[in-house]
């Protein structure tokens, strides 16, 4: 019967699990000869020990300095305990407070790579190579403390060789949950292809280099995957898909990244960062891919293999693979084996599978080196759900569940100065998504054992995250906060950037899409200034009526025709040739009455639409769009072909100070637009100007508002300031006014962080 004697309990709080974090806390206490036992307890671990005040000292302080290269150490907490007698032990985890510590899941590591390239090693050739430093972690867990039987590896018992590598200290799968090998871990094997083959993956390396295009089950779904330096085969995936023009994702490995790309430094420690992301690259003139991937853009979404089966099939293709979301146009991610067989077939080829269920759908994030900083656009596998520090007065704001939007939706939950923005889960107008959405808040909600004392939504009473707040509250008896599109974008700019509620407002520039506005109507353009309990709005970019309304989204020519009638008239736009050519065809006399009539034509001020004004005015944008950001993202690209420096001024912008809100009148640019067409301006100087003129007039305008107010920062959000040449020509132009831009980086600047803002909002309100 064992003895206590006396000793000190530790509590560590942070990314604690599933990151090695027990076994390092073991060789750590073996080191300095201590005593006792850890175990995790739901957020936290707990470590007692005993022995000598230096060496107990010496443990405390490596905790932290020598924590594991996953691990996030918050904070150390020592008390005087009593401690059981013998050499130091893991326990098995015990019970606890879930909070939001759970690690994403992790790039294959350097060592797991030498091995399965190792002809001599166990895992030679294995695709499913992990240990404490690497693999899989979000996707497989079931339930928490992370340990195997909380995880979708249960099933794999282990054979005595892994048995004695996870019990031994020595070993760097010493308690690494997902650990398999040939003999007893997971299986992989190509389906729809009758040659027999004694390797799975060669195999299918060799269909896509005959042009075929395979479904690949990976961590958190399914890929569609085809060479990407194959024309036809590029050309097939899109008619097959019906994705026409949207850029297609491409994994390589760095080398040929490298021969694709211009590719920075940090951007290189991004390719190989254990997060993974597709990256958004400059690519190289004559760049060896086939036209389709990316048609009309300078960048290439780029990630690097991230898991052993990645690593093993892009090598043994020897090329770069397209590498995107294994779904039909506008449908979730699949990530169940008989629902890709199903929903996929007609598109793939062939399927590369395995055995390892996934417990939820994670995307690839995207992110892309902008102003100083790596920005996530998209969060998902990699970066969700590693949690956010809420600023330091937060700490005691009540658990808030706020539900984001109806586009690039995502879910937000709070607890304990802690915010978990979850991984993208899609558009919410598809059905099978909206149903997707309120699969993954079940699943969060029981994983993280949240308990809301107040739900968050958009002021927007038709999207489906809003409504199914609603009914929460309803069900729960808990207050509802709804907070106002732009507010939401702004908050969490501030959140991120760790502004306290005590260090008073913002002056807030929100240019996105569309979001409705506190007065009902559609905004998207608009200077604020907020706090984080409430917002009034002080200037927006002239309103413009959309025609045919969700149609004009669609539509760029139906907003260029609104923004050049107020401009120039309408008997100028009729009497111009270029332009009675651009509308040729078009039902103007209708949509004309309809503005007039303001039937099925809302006013909005929206960033968005004015970038697909100018996209068709300069021949950039399809009749009809065949995804969200196109025309936009055509009028970046010819933007980046101009250099910043020494470049024509920018487009004028009118200010009406007089107004109430003061606008931002974008004729004097359509004017000029309209004067450098007829001179046969270079189109890419066109799109440069508008982007600094656009950056001008609203930093200008802000100024105006921060001089005013006494203030001094500037937040920056909403979907627009994706654009990089728009960020960093803001970010320039209010420096040079001395003003302090705060600009999202680990929050999706774009819808998918609305969320965030939604739940520090309304833990404002309820904190008073």
């Given amino acids: 019967m064992s003895t206590d004697v006396a000793g000190e309990e530790i509590e560590v709080s942070g990314i604690v699990q599933g990151v090695g974090f027990r076994p390092f806390v073991y060789r750590l206490a ?62 098995e985890s015990g019970a606890g407070t879930v909070s939001v510590g759970v690690v994403p899941d992790v790039a294959t590591c350097p060592a797991c790579r030498a091995e399965i390239a190792d002809p001599g090693a166990r895992r030679f050739r294995y695709a499913f190579t992990n240990c404490t430093d690497c693999g899989p972690r979000f996707s497989i867990v079931t339930g928490l403390p992370y340990d195997r039987p909380a995880t979708t590896m249960a099933g794999f018992a282990l054979c005595p060789a892994c048995r ?179 929903r996929l077939a007609g598109i793939v080829d062939a ?41 330091a007065d937060f700490a005691d704001a009540p658990p808030v569940l706020a539900l984001g939007g109806e586009l690039k939706s995502a879910l937000c939950l709070t607890h304990g100065g802690k915010a978990l923005l979850s991984h993208h889960l899609g558009d919410l107008d598809e059905p099978a998504t909206g149903d997707a ?38 069900v729960g008896g808990l207050p509802l906060e709804r907070v106002q599109h732009h507010h939401a974008h702004m908050a969490a700019a501030m959140a991120e950037a760790g502004w306290r509620r005590a ?54 020519w139906r907003v260029l025709l609104a923004h050049l009638d107020r401009a120039l008239g309408r008997a100028a736009v009729d009497g111009d040739p270029r332009l009675a050519a651009l509308f040729a065809g078009k039902p103007l006399l209708t949509l004309r009455a309809m503005m007039d009539k303001g039937l099925n034509a809302p006013l909005a001020s929206s960033a968005g639409r004015l970038f697909d004004a100018v996209a068709a005015l300069l021949g950039l944008a399809p009749d009809r769009l065949s995804h969200e950001g196109e025309a936009a993202m055509a ?29 931002i009148d974008p004729a004097p640019l359509f004017k000029a637009l309209m004067a450098d067409l007829h001179a046969a301006r270079p189109r890419a100087a066109m799109a440069a100007a508008f982007h600094a003129g656009l950056a001008e007039a609203f930093v200008g ?48 600047a774009n819808d998918g962080g609305l969320a965030f803002g939604q739940a520090v909002v309304a833990a404002a309100r309820r904190m008073g």
């Avoid at 443990?59 to 007698?85: C, G, I, K, S, Y």
């Avoid at 969060?444 to 968050?456: C, E, G, M, S, W």
């Avoid at 040449?725 to 705060?742: D, F, I, S, Y």
Wanted: proline content about 9%.
């Fill in 164 to 342: 004695a590598e996870y019990e031994d200290p020595a070993d760097r799968r010493f308690h690494a949950q997902p650990i398999a090998c040939p003999d007893c871990g997971p299986r992989l094997w190509l389906e729809g292809d009758d040659a027999a083959s004694a390797d799975p993956i060669d195999r299918a390396a060799a269909l896509l280099k005959a042009g075929r295009i395979l479904a690949v089950k990976g961590i958190g779904g399914f890929h569609i995957a085809c060479d990407a330096t194959n024309a036809d085969a590029v050309a097939l995936l899109r008619a097959r898909k019906q994705r026409p023009t949207k850029p297609l994702a491409v994994m390589a490995d760095l080398a040929t990244a490298h021969a694709l790309c211009v590719i920075t430094l940090e951007e290189e420690a991004t390719l190989a960062h254990p997060s993974a992301p597709i990256l958004l690259l400059p690519l190289k003139p004559g760049a060896a891919l086939a036209p389709g991937i990316a048609p009309g853009q300078r960048h290439l979404g780029v990630m690097a293999p991230y898991t052993p089966l990645h690593h093993l099939l892009v090598a043994s293709a020897g090329r770069p693979l397209v590498m995107t979301s294994g779904n039909r146009s506008s449908e979730p991610q699949i990530f169940r084996d008989d629902e890709a067989r199903d």
């Fill in 635 to 663: 009028l970046e690209a010819l933007a980046l072909e101009a250099a910043m420096e020494n470049e024509a001024p920018p487009y004028p912008f009118a200010l009406h100070a007089d107004a109430v809100p003061v606008e």
């Fill in 701 to 748: 305008a802000a100024a105006q508002v921060a001089a005013a107010e006494g203030l001094t920062a500037v937040a920056l959000s909403g979907g627009v300031f994706q654009n990089a040449r728009l960020l960093e020509e803001t970010v320039r132009r209010l420096g040079a006014r001395g003003l302090t831009p705060l600009v999202p980086a680990e929050v999706p």
């Fill in 351 to 391: 399927f590369l599978m395995h055995d390892r269920p996934i417990a939820r759908r994670l995307d690839d994030s995207v992110a892309r080196h902008v102003a100083g900083r790596l920005r996530v656009m998209r969060r998902g596998r990699g970066f969700a759900p590693m949690p956010l520090a809420l600023p």
């Fill in 437 to 474: 959405f309120e699969t993954a808040l079940a699943d969060y909600t029981a994983l993280f054992a949240h308990r809301p004392a107040v739900i968050a939504v958009d002021l927007h009473p038709d999207y489906r995250a809003t409504r199914l707040g609603e009914d929460l509250a309803a």
């Fill in 503 to 556: 260090d008073g407002p913002v002056v807030g520039i929100a240019l996105d899409g569309l979001g409705m506005g506190d007065d009902g109507t559609v905004w998207g353009a608009e200077i604020l200034v907020c706090d984080y309990r409430s917002s009034r709005r002080v200037a927006r970019l002239s309103p413009i009526p959309l025609a045919g309304g969700d149609a004009a989204s669609r539509e760029p």
């Fill in 30 to 91: 073996r080191r300095l000869d201590l005593s006792g036992e850890v175990r995790n307890a739901g957020d936290r671990v707990v470590i007692r020990i005993a022995g000598p005040a230096a060496a107990r000292d010496a443990f405390a302080a490596a905790l932290v300095d020598e924590a594991p290269v996953l691990a996030r150490v918050e904070q150390v907490t020592r008390r005087p305990a009593p401690v059981p007698e013998g050499a130091f032990r893991i326990m």
